[in-house]
């Protein structure tokens, strides 16, 4: 019995690499699309809703379908069940998604033993790729940010930096790697902070910073409501009044919450690969699409993410149909001109490599608040596996 | 044994037998769910405990997700600690659940109602602070990822999750079988006895406080034994097994089936999680409405929860006469 099963796998992975001709292959997407995290898949779905309307439903001889799958949140029972249900019921032959780091590494053995190609729209943690062969990412990595941010404060005369991150594993990852540039190259760190996840109530840390007095304050809080607190209880406190730089990475002001902050985030300075305002053809056709389909909709990092992961979706789809291997092949060193820039697949470690652009809140034509590019760091990979 | 009638212990293997008939053919009609199946199995040995806990012996608790959680780090632990044998983890988690549940059980059975609730989520919530701060043990939000090793040395966790739902759906008949045992014990009738009324077991000689730490320890054993499974099943282990949500649903399980019987624990694990993977698969964007509303539903139509459905009916139709 034991052994009958084993051949049935065996056909079943056979069945995957050999793959029949002028057929649909299923492509499996788990992100959340419910509760307090559901903006993701949000954002997912309309970013690969455009690409397929710039590229269509074919890749190469295949017709390309997508199944979405919903992760609920960061919760990798879920992530791995729906994601092996992909795998053996829908007949999935690639996977997207993965927003949280536990639910991307959760389905790593699933994807080696499977030889399923899977491209990750935004968990940022450096390692995950190490966890599988079958794993290509199209987000950014938290030290691909922080490191950048620090440069260029070096560069523009900041001297002393007061570090204020979220109390769990990317924010600790965050704040190493900005300290860790930023006493490289000369500058000085006056005090570590770090909150709590749950915090809402930022002004005692507010008050902290106040009397360290810093050039600049260094902040990491992810995206969401109290990203939006926090850099309201930074204007509040009157810290801006006191010449206290705001430096962080750009999940503290992304465009779906940029407008709700007002003008107090006016002069806030972020580190991240892409903005809605970032000046190219390629970005206003992909901004004007998403306006012709979703009207209320904004693009992020999320919608990008998407649309660049389902390029490469399709670029290994149309190379290699259900091969597995020869899709992870064809995927590196993939470059291509994104929405956010010029970018490509590292050969090595399968993440993205892109411009990282330092980014100022600034009011546009429209007056509406934007991310507008004020410098460029080129070709910046992932630095968290540099080490 | 010898504490259970006869007739009772026939009855009580026809029950265990008719369960394992249901799990097997489960395993035979949906081979391509397993992986859900096994969830559902392991989140039926969870509410099991958390019905023995607040079901049987009345002890109101939201924070059973840190017995769950203790349970699932103790077996992911072990398993990064080169001891990736299966059953040694399940030993393991139940071993330290059970610590867990017993010195918190030794401050926390010392209240009751709306102050026991909140020490209980209080509880979980430190737990879950502890992981995410530890994170050179544990891993932190990027979770503790593990490989488990053959069970007993000889079957291989599979890909399509055979192997994973045998296992869980052995552990939820042993788990059964200790509880129809114990609930029939005069251990069990005293944890009966104090959800009727403390002050009366108080007063015929009961040691009502050590009873409750040792029903919350056992209980707690039982939820170490459902989180050293999924941690195992996952092979990953996240600070979401401290999850609140994780305590309020098992809750919500537990009310839709009707608290204070097994079979209450099983129906409702089933019914729910059903619900919600058929909901969210038909509509991954909007499945919560469904759930609400099934909710809504059973609490207005039958309050005691999806069991008494059928004493409904018949009291119904016999005022109708």
Known sequence: MKKHFLGLCAALALAGASGAEADTIKVGIVAPFSGPFAIYGKQ?????????????????????????????????????????????????????????????????????????????????????????????????????????????????????????????????????????????????????????????????????????????????????????SFTKSYSDNGLKAAGIQFLGTGDVDDETTLQALGDAAIGIKTAYPYSAAHKSALNDKLIAELAALHPDSKANFATVDAYDGAYVLYKMIAAAGTDGDAAIKAAKGLKWESARGPVSIDANNRSITENIYIREVAKNAKGELENKEIFTFKDVPDLGQAK | MSLIPRDRRLRDLAILLGMALV???????????????????????????????????????LGHSALFGAGAYAAGLCAAHGWNEPLLGVVAGAAAAAFVALLSGLFLMRTRGLTLLMLTIAVTEVLGELANKFSDITGGADGLD??????????KFDFRGQVGYVYAACMLLLVFAFLRILIASPFGLAARGIKESPARMRAIGAP??????????????LAGIAGALSAQSTSLVSPAVFDFQLSANAL??????????????????????????????????????????????????????????????????????
Not at chain 1, 87 to 108: E, M, S
Not at chain 1, 176 to 194: L, P, S, W, Y
Not at chain 2, 42 to 50: G, K, P, Y
């Open chain 2, 146 to 155: 593990i490989v488990m090793g053959p069970i007993l040395g000889v079957f």
């Open chain 1, 44 to 228: 997912f779905k309309e970013g690969l809703e455009v690409f397929v309307k710039d590229y269509g439903t074919k890749a190469g001889a295949h017709d390309v379908e997508f199944v979405y799958k919903d992760s609920t949140g960061p919760n990798p029972d879920v992530s791995k069940q729906v994601t092996q249900e992909l795998l053996i019921k829908d007949g999935v032959k690639y996977l997207g998604g993965y927003v949280f780091t536990p639910n991307a590494l959760a389905v790593a053995p699933l994807i080696t033993q499977s030889q399923t190609p899977t491209v990750i729209f935004n968990a940022a943690t450096s390692v995950i790729t190490k966890k599988s062969p079958f794993f290509v990412r199209t987000s950014f990595t938290l030290p691909q940010n922080s490191g950048p941010m620090a440069d260029w404060a070096i560069a523009n005369g900041i001297k002393t930096v007061v570090t204020a991150v979220t109390d769990y594993g990317p924010g600790v990852d965050a704040e190493k790697t900005f300290i860790k540039e930023f006493e490289a190259k000369g500058g000085k760190i006056v005090d570590k902070i770090r909150m709590p996840i749950k915090t809402t109530d930022f002004a005692p840390f507010m008050q902290r910073i106040k009397s360290d007095a810093p050039n600049a304050l260094f902040v990491f809080i992810p995206a969401g409501p109290t990203a939006f």
């Open chain 2, 252 to 321: 919500i399980m537990l009310i839709l089936g009707g608290a204070g019987r097994l079979y209450g624990a099983l129906f409702g694990t089933l019914v729910f999680m059903s619900v919600h993977e058929v909901a969210a698969s038909v509509d991954p964007f909007n499945w919560l409405f469904i759930i609400g509303a099934l909710l809504l539903a059973v609490v207005y139509v039958a309050p005691a929860g999806l069991l008494s459905l059928p004493d409904l009916v018949k009291r119904q139709l016999r005022f109708s006469r």
């Open chain 2, 23 to 61: 799990l097997t053919a489960a395993f035979y009609a949906f081979p391509d769910n397993l992986a859900f199946a096994t969830r559902v199995i392991i989140m039926m040995i969870f509410v099991l405990s958390l019905d023995f806990v607040l079901g049987v012996a009345g002890v109101s608790t």
């Open chain 2, 208 to 221: 009502v406080y050590w009873r409750l730490v040792a029903i919350y320890t056992l209980g707690g054993a």
